[in-house]
């Protein structure tokens, strides 16, 4: 009897150990990054309608890539004063922006408190796109065509530099205020000669609809104008106090962007399942595109080279754009990037 009470007690004791080891890896499994039930929330703002520079913050968010870094995302579109003043504010921790359009947010007596945090394309895909055959796959062949224009001064101190730089008479170029919400359609009906355009959507759409076009790339023209566009915002407060939460939104993000690259099929599927008003035929070929373009020849996904990026804010600066200076090495920072 005395041995079958010790030998009962002994298996007792055995369970409440083996329950003990039970609810310890229990606790670790939820301690993990992303089992917790309390995520950190994070607002990240679009800069425009959903596409393809924005796939891998899609990948990321269907396949958990947040939820395992314990955030939970939520994915905003802009409002009218733009991404930059959402995320300055603080309601918004990220968001996309451009490094030609936020310089202006970085200076003077209304800066905002925003630093670019990563590049989602490594190099800029935008140009000029025309019309085959009219003369327009050199800038300088502009001369007497009709721009449509936004009538920015930095854009515009663009367009003159990259004419006047292949010879052509920048004076005689006919700026159209630009009304053009479809690229294919301002073309064909010849209501402008040329527009600028990002080549990743708005090039491969020409494509896919078989339109001939001629085109030619800022940063062939000129390195200067190699600089990075899009890129990720971050608030600057934010980034401050909360440098391991920033730090893991973008090691998601990198990898949501890293299968996007190895899987530019999936990735197109996956967003067009967040935004199915999307033609995915365009998305397809704009994915294709675009998947060698997210890093290109950088081993990092996001990273931004500082030469590149100077070299932009000096020319700015050089040209009197500038209501202040940008000084070297302002307004960006690799230091939140994965390792």
């Not at 996001?302 to 590149?308: F, H, I, K, Q, S």
């Amino acid at each position: 009897m005395e041995k079958q009470i010790i030998t009962k007690r002994i298996v007792a004791l055995l369970l409440v150990v083996v329950m003990m080891i039970m609810g310890t890896g229990c606790a670790r499994e939820n301690n993990k990054p992303g089992n917790n039930k309390e995520l950190t929330k994070v607002t990240f703002v679009l800069d425009w309608t959903p596409n393809t520079n924005h796939t891998g913050l899609y990948v990321a968010q269907e396949k958990g890539y947040f939820t395992e870094a314990g955030l939970e995302v939520e994915i905003v579109q802009p409002p009218e004063g733009g991404a930059e003043v959402l995320v300055a504010s603080g309601k918004a921790q990220f968001g996309v922006s451009f490094q030609d359009s936020m310089a202006p947010a970085l200076v003077g007596d209304n800066a905002l408190p925003i630093s670019a945090v990563a590049a989602l394309v490594q190099h800029n895909t935008s140009g000029i796109i025309s019309r085959k055959g009219e003369g327009m796959d050199r800038p300088g062949g502009m001369e007497g065509k009709k721009y449509a224009t936004w009538e920015g001064p930095m854009e515009l101190a663009t367009i003159k530099h990259v004419m006047e730089a292949d010879g052509g008479d920048y004076g005689k170029l006919e700026l159209i205020p630009s009304t053009v919400t479809d690229e294919i359609s301002a073309l064909k009906s010849k209501s402008v000669d040329a527009i600028w355009i990002f080549y990743g959507w708005a090039g491969v759409k020409a494509e896919v609809a078989g339109l001939a076009t001629d085109y030619f790339a800022f940063a062939d023209i000129d390195p200067v104008f190699d600089y990075y566009t899009p890129v990720v915002i971050g608030n600057n407060e934010f980034l401050k106090n909360e440098p391991e939460t920033a730090k893991a939104f973008l090691a998601a993000l990198a990898k949501g962007y890293e299968d996007a690259i190895a899987d530019p099929s999936g990735a197109a599927d996956i967003l067009c399942k967040a935004a199915p008003e999307l033609d995915r035929e365009l998305v397809l070929a704009s994915q294709n595109y675009m998947s060698a373009q997210y890093k290109a020849e950088v081993e990092q996904w996001g990273y931004m080279d500082p030469a590149r990026w100077n070299s932009f804010y000096n020319w700015l600066n050089d040209k009197g754009l500038m209501e202040e200076e940008i000084p070297e090495n302002f307004g960006f920072t690799n230091d939140y990037l994965p390792s």
